[in-house]
Nanobody, 122 residues
Framework: QVQLVQSGGGLVQPGGALTISCAASGLTFDNFAVGWFRQAPGKERVFVGAISGRGNSKNYADSVKGRFTISRDNDKNTAYLQMNNLNPEDTAVYHC???????????????WGQGTQVTVSS
């Protein structure tokens, strides 16, 4: 049984930082790219970024480039999303996903984490 279990999230002030995690089990983790997506209330789910299975390639949405960093520790079967200089527009439910290709399209991913709320507010 494949599981992606997310941890972290919560309330952070504008300009602050937060890191959320995605721990995988039941799959050969380094065979899968990990993508991060977010969905704000009333809006579509959008791509945040992705990292290849070996961590040698990364891709970020323009909205987070330079502020967010995706990483992974394959020995721990865990991927991370480090978020710096957060602003209220970053408020959303964040999901990690595992797929063969780290694309910008949610439908290309095979497995999804449960999601975690990130709220940026003073």
């Amino acid at each position: 049984q494949v599981q992606l279990v997310q941890s972290g999230g919560g309330l952070v002030q504008p300009g602050g930082a937060l890191t959320i995690s995605c721990a995988a089990s039941g799959l050969t983790f380094d065979n899968f790219a990990v993508g991060w997506f977010r969905q704000a209330p009333g809006k579509e789910r959008v791509f945040v970024g992705a990292i290849s299975g070996r961590g040698n390639s990364k891709n970020y949405a323009d909205s987070v480039k330079g502020r967010f960093t995706i990483s992974r520790d394959n020995d721990k079967n865990t991927a991370y999303l480090q978020m710096n200089n957060l602003n209220p527009e970053d408020t959303a439910v964040y999901h990690c996903a595992a797929g063969r290709v780290g694309s910008v399209y949610p439908r290309t991913y095979d497995y999804w984490g449960q999601g975690t709320q990130v709220t940026v507010s003073s």
